[in-house]
Nanobody, 121 residues
Framework: QVQLVESGGGLVQPGGSLRLSCAAS????????MGWYRQAPGKQRELVAI???????NYADSVKGRFTISRDNAKNTVYLQMSSLKPEDTAVYYC???????????????WGQGTQVTVSS
């Protein structure tokens, strides 16, 4: 059983910073891409940032220059450093990862349970 567990969300003032973490655990043979999505109330879930195993990263235009995604492959963990936060960044943030549980299985996308980020004064 594979699990993704996020942490680091909370309430922050505009202009502040937060660091989200997402650790994958369980039966893991290999991990390909890892990423972060978010969903604000009444809106569709959207991609925030993604990090491929080869180290390539992509960001939503709305967060470029403010958010940084990184990963620690030894710990099966992906991070999202968020700076210069704005009220419009308020959302539930979800991590996901493409994981191959065993050598005989194909990659499957797993999701974390989500962590709330609220940017408000």
């Amino acid at each position: 059983q594979v699990q993704l567990v996020e942490s680091g969300g909370g309430l922050v003032q505009p202009g502040g910073s937060l660091r989200l973490s997402c650790a994958a655990s369980g039966s893991i043979f290999s991990i390909d891409a890892m990423g972060w999505y978010r969903q604000a109330p009444g809106k569709q879930r959207e991609l925030v940032a993604i990090d491929t195993r080869s180290g390539n990263t992509n960001y939503a235009d709305s967060v470029k220059g403010r958010f940084t995604i990184s990963r620690d492959n030894a710990k099966n963990t992906v991070y999202l450093q968020m700076s210069s936060l704005k009220p419009e960044d308020t959302a539930v943030y979800y991590c996901n990862a493409a994981i191959r549980p065993t050598a005989n299985q194909a990659y499957t996308v797993y999701w974390g349970q989500g962590t709330q980020v609220t940017v408000s004064s």
